[in-house]
């Protein structure tokens, strides 16, 4: 069965301005939401997990590569969802999680990962080696040559992977393959705020023409032909608290020059916020991969919030999950997850925890109390009833549209509806063109 992001690059050659929206999240409520729209659409889905989220030693959310193919497909048999139409893909695959450690150990780890991700079934596979390791130079820049290497080595990995696969599944889709060097890290920039710098146009045909000749000292003629998308830079990103939103102009020369490549597209990474007219304007300037991962578990913890607050005027204290507070006390029992990132007085960070863009709450949903405490603050809700006028004050998106039939008044119908109004951005972004005449490229 041939790979639907190679359908997708092949409409784009027929000048249609179409792409895919990859939901990078391991939240129940996110992954749900994505199933539940893809099959309104009868379409495919892209859900990712990156190397800090799932490994072979368990990420943060403690799943090894099937342990995630698992619970996807879970889910999916729950939806009752056609796991054929779940695309799995694995992000940031590589030495990132390792990358104090020398470079043979974290390559090992790296390759390890990859393979796990394959035998898995996994279909789309980032291939990020663009940070340094333990032992390079830290005052050199790391260069295309090395990235293009160790990214190779990866790939004959995968591919060796992908083989043995056959063995068992004989119709198992063949993977396809992101690389690029312009990645920020998961979870946005920790950059100060001003104005973003777009990937030069030599720096994309360097990292092309990199892969190019690493494929050719390895013997490998066909390679190229797996290569689908290169990871750029289009000029967006958020931080904690600012989003920089997609300016076409800025992006002109990069995306002009793409049209020399017809067999590749953009992935833009950390595309999260922004407004779905310019997601809408990426996908037609050839950014036809716009991943997405925050903003859902923002939106999932901003909903929670909301029915946090409803909660406390609908139930007894003694009652009361208080979410927002074993949140806080997970976050501070264990801070590795925020502390590094977060700065600032103690004020600056709490609030930091609670409402920044980046969303280092998402790494303690899977917390058993968390877990039992939002699972508290559905039951009370749905017990109490949420009056009307009390959803209209906390929640008005979700109000207007269980005033019109869209969504049921349930605690957590209300969390997923408000993915939903992220995920449709996203579908918006990359169907409105389908039906467009096909132009010359």
């Known amino acids: ?132 390791l333990g032992d390079d130079d830290p005052n050199v820049r790391l260069s295309d040559e090395v990235i293009a290497e160790r990214g190779v080595e990866l790939y004959c990995v995968a591919i060796e992977a992908y083989n043995d696969l056959l063995k068992d599944d004989p119709d198992a889709v063949r993977p396809v393959f992101v690389v690029g060097s312009e990645v920020p890290i998961p979870g946005g920039s920790q950059a100060a705020s001003g104005e973003m710098e777009v990937t030069r146009v030599e720096d994309f045909e360097n990292i092309i023409l990199a892969y190019r000749k690493a494929f050719a000292r390895h013997g490998l003629k066909n390679a190229e032909k797996d290569i689908i998308a290169i990871v750029v ?9 600012d989003i920089h939103q997609y300016d076409r102009y800025a992006a002109r020369k990069l995306c002009a020059k793409l049209k020399q490549y017809p067999d590749i597209v953009f992935e833009g990474h950390s595309t999260d916020y922004q407004p779905y007219g310019k997601l809408r304007e990426m996908v037609e300037d050839g950014i036809a991969i716009i991943k997405v991962g925050p903003a859902l578990t923002y939106a999932v913890r901003e909903a929670l919030f909301a029915l946090s607050m409803m909660e406390d005027e609908l139930v007894p204290e003694g009652k009361r999950s208080n979410f927002r507070q074993v949140l806080e006390h997970e976050m501070l029992k264990n801070d590795k997850d925020w502390k590094k990132y977060y700065t600032g007085t103690e004020l600056e960070k709490h609030l930091m925890r609670e409402y920044s863009f980046s969303d280092r709450s998402r790494y303690y949903f899977s917390k058993r109390p968390v877990e039992q405490a939002i699972n508290t603050l559905f039951a009370n809700l749905d017990e109490a009833g949420i009056p009307v006028f009390m959803l209209h004050q906390y929640m008005p998106l979700q109000y207007m549209h269980v005033r019109d039939n869209k969504v049921k008044c349930e605690a957590k119908e209300l969390v997923k509806d408000a993915v939903r109004i992220i995920v449709e951005n996203y579908n918006y972004a990359v169907k409105m063109n389908y039906m467009m005449e096909t132009v010359n490229m």
């Open 1 to 132: 069965m041939k790979n639907e992001l190679l359908r997708m690059v092949e409409k784009r050659q027929m000048g249609i301005h179409c792409g895919i929206p990859s939901f990078c999240s391991a939240n129940k409520y996110v992954i749900e939401t994505a199933l539940e729209q893809a099959e309104r659409q009868d379409d495919f889905v892209v859900i990712e997990a990156t190397s800090n989220q799932v490994n072979q030693y368990g990420g943060y959310m403690g799943m090894k590569s099937i342990d995630f193919k698992n619970y996807v497909y879970k889910i999916a048999d729950q939806l009752h969802f056609d796991k054929k139409k779940v695309i799995l893909g694995g992000d940031h695959l590589g030495p990132l999680p390792w990358c104090d450690e020398p470079a043979a150990e974290a390559m090992g780890k790296a390759k390890v990962l990859v393979r796990q991700c394959v035998l898995a079934g996994y279909q789309k596979v980032h291939l990020d080696t663009s940070m340094k």
């Open 233 to 241: 830079q289009p000029g967006v990103e958020f931080g904690e608290d």
